[in-house]
């Protein structure tokens, strides 16, 4: 094989000897910074005016902005205020159901979505067809980005709804992949499919990927003989995690890639490809990203190694656009190119703001604990949480941490000590391990939460 042929089978996954290229748009995905900021810039000239005109909310917070009749271009888009998930439900709250920032007549809204209610009570996102076939578009680049091409046979375990999640299925429509959906937690149904061969590639959370391999491998003597070569991981931090990752990689016999996005922007906005170097930005032309600093709000280099959380201002829109949008997701820059040409930065998610815990003013992101605590697999399954007394943000040492464990880990009376020491080794702070069985522990099927509140 020559070399530029083995350079370009790396693009791919492994075993995938397609001829296609594995970029869906190219001249849009390798374009340079230059071109991807007139292409938004020009978008963002329409939806501005269209703002303006048509979204009572924006209407209103550009002039309490005290932007007067001039036009803010992308380029000085930070003098325009952070719009935030309290502001977004409180404009639903005013004019329900779609709120004082529908920007087109109901009768336009031809699908509707809700909130997963993760923080607060569910909220409604209303689609024109415009906007389901931009985020069909930003979708589809995103999961091609991830390997999975016209050849490929998805097994869905994102229901078709309520949640944005939903929206994948016509990104895989799209690309002409085979689909399998199956309904969120139907253990028995994805093993039947697997084993079956029905599909070669499986759409999962982090938790219920991991859920399967540790089940897989108790069962099978060899999980890694069922024909399955690649899993997608989303919904939740975890596939970026090495120990997590490794885990299903190696259980499984597959490649692990992220893809990530955020209900009010657009549920596919990051696909990674089999580089596996973090996510891929996918949303080129409908979506304008900035990293801010989560404590200051001021605007950051989205350069490599940077760290902080993303902002979104939707370019194209219709029905409810946000602008300068914080998604409370703190992000590390990954890097800025990447072997596969694309040129649109990478970066992996390492939790939500409101995750976030500190120690003795430092802070942790329950993530780092995840990467610990992974690492003694198979006494442990994987999964933890962060125990926050009293909903404080500070947390006074020992950390109280719920540690997942198989049934036969229950009375293994080393193993919370050997965890809390690894801890404390790794992320420099003390904490108190419980041990807490499978079946205990809740829900695998959906993500889980990271830090739970408790008094
Ligand atoms: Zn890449």
């Not at 939790?351 to 976030?356: K, L, S, T, V, Y």
């Not at 229950?410 to 790794?426: C, G, M, N, V």
Request: net charge negative.
């Amino acid at each position: 094989m020559s070399a530029a042929l083995m350079e370009s089978r790396n693009n791919r996954l492994q075993g995938d000897s397609c001829d296609r290229d594995w970029i869906w748009e190219r001249e849009i995905e390798t374009a340079s910074a230059d071109d991807a900021f007139r292409l938004a810039a020009s978008a963002w000239e329409r939806q501005f005016r269209r703002l303006r005109e048509s979204s009572a909310f924006y209407a209103r917070k550009f002039r309490e902005a005290g932007l007067g009749s001039s036009f803010v271009g992308l380029a000085d888009l930070a003098r325009i205020p952070f719009t935030t998930k309290d502001e977004l439900r409180q404009a639903i709250d005013q004019d329900p159901p779609f709120g004082s920032n529908l920007c087109v007549e109901p009768n336009l809204v031809k699908r509707i979505y809700q909130t997963s209610g993760t923080t607060g009570s569910p909220n409604v996102l209303a689609l024109t067809r415009g906007d389901m076939e931009s985020w069909t578009v930003m979708g589809t680049r995103t999961y091609y980005a991830t390997g999975i091409h016209e050849h490929s046979g998805v097994l869905s375990t994102f229901g078709a709804g309520p949640f944005v999640a939903g929206h994948t299925h016509f990104a895989i429509l799209r690309i002409g992949a085979r689909s399998v959906p199956v309904a969120p937690g139907d253990t028995e149904r994805v093993v039947f499919g697997l084993r079956m061969g029905l599909a070669d590639t499986l759409l999962a959370t982090a938790s219920f990927a991991q859920y399967l391999a540790n089940r897989l491998e108790q069962s099978d003597e060899q999980p890694s003989a069922i024909p399955l070569t690649h899993v997608v991981t989303g919904g939740e931090p975890g596939g970026g995690i090495p120990a997590i990752r490794d885990h299903i990689q190696d259980v499984l016999g597959v490649t692990v890639t992220e893809v990530m996005g955020i209900g009010d922007v657009a549920p596919s906005l990051f696909g990674e490809c089999p580089h596996q170097q973090g996510m891929h930005f996918c949303g080129m032309g409908h979506v304008w990203p900035e990293l801010v600093d989560p404590q200051t709000g001021e605007l950051m280099e989205i350069e490599t190694g940077a760290v902080g959380e993303l902002v979104y201002t939707a370019l194209t829109r219709e029905a409810m656009p946000v602008v300068r949008f914080r998604s409370a997701d703190i992000v590390r820059i990954e890097g800025t190119s990447c072997d596969c040409e694309r040129t649109t930065f990478r970066m992996r998610c390492i939790g939500r703001r409101d995750d976030m815990f500190k120690v003795r003013g430092v802070n942790v992101y329950p993530t780092a604990v995840l990467a610990v605590v992974g690492e003694f697999r198979p006494r442990v399954t994987g999964r933890a949480r962060v125990i926050r007394p009293n909903g404080d943000v500070s947390v006074t040492p020992p950390v109280p941490i719920e540690v997942e464990v198989p049934a036969s880990s229950a009375s293994d009376a080393k193993l919370a000590a050997e965890i809390a020491e690894a801890i404390h080794t790794r992320l420099v702070f003390r904490s108190q391990i419980t041990l807490v069985p499978e079946v205990e522990f809740g829900e695998s099927g959906y993500k889980t939460r990271l830090t739970v509140n408790r008094s």
